[in-house]
C-alpha cells in the first residue's frame, strides 16, 4: 500500500448513475432506515388498555324518586317543547365504565315502551342511562 489512502484510485471517480434504473427519490431512500413496527397495531392496544373510563355510579332512592317525578313532568309537558340539559352515563364500547357525558336540546319524544329520550337532532338517550334533567320546567321541584 505504500503509505497511501487505499481508495486513492477510486477517491475521484465521478459518480455513477445508471442508465437502466430510475435514481430512487430521496422519501425512499429514507424509508430504507426507518424502524420496523414488527407488532402492527400494539401501539394502538396499547392506549386503549391506558385509555381512563368512569364507572357507573348508582342513584340513591331519593335521587331516583326526583328523576321519575322529572320524567312525569316531561310527558306531561311534551307539548310545549321542553329545552333540557340531560346529564346521562355511556358506557363504553370497547371495556369496562363509560363517560358521563350532557346534551343540551328541545324534547322532540319519550319513549316509555323503549325507554329512550329523543332530542330534535335526533340525538337518542336510554333513559336508564340518565342521572340528571335540567331545565326551566323543573324550577317548581327540590
Given amino acids: 500500500m505504500n503509505g497511501k489512502n487505499k481508495y486513492e484510485d477510486i477517491i475521484n471517480l465521478p459518480h455513477h448513475v445508471s442508465s437502466t434504473r430510475p ?5 425512499d431512500r429514507a ?19 391506558a385509555r381512563l373510563t368512569d364507572s357507573r355510579t348508582e342513584l340513591d332512592e331519593e335521587a331516583l ?24 352515563f355511556k358506557p363504553d364500547e370497547r371495556k369496562d365504565g363509560g363517560a358521563y357525558l350532557e346534551a343540551t336540546g328541545v324534547l322532540k319524544k319519550m319513549d ?21 334533567i335540567e331545565g326551566d320546567i323543573f324550577a317548581c321541584l327540590p
Fill in 23 to 27: 435514481q430512487m427519490s430521496m422519501a
Fill in 31 to 49: 424509508a430504507q432506515f426507518s424502524p420496523f413496527a414488527a407488532l402492527t397495531g400494539h401501539d394502538a392496544a396499547i392506549k386503549e388498555t
Fill in 65 to 88: 324518586s326526583i328523576l321519575n317525578m322529572k320524567f312525569q313532568m316531561l310527558i306531561e309537558k311534551m307539548d310545549c317543547e321542553p329545552t333540557v340539559t340531560i346529564s346521562y
Fill in 112 to 132: 316509555e315502551h323503549e325507554r329512550i329520550l329523543v332530542l330534535t337532532n335526533g340525538q337518542k338517550i336510554r333513559m336508564d342511562d340518565v342521572i340528571d
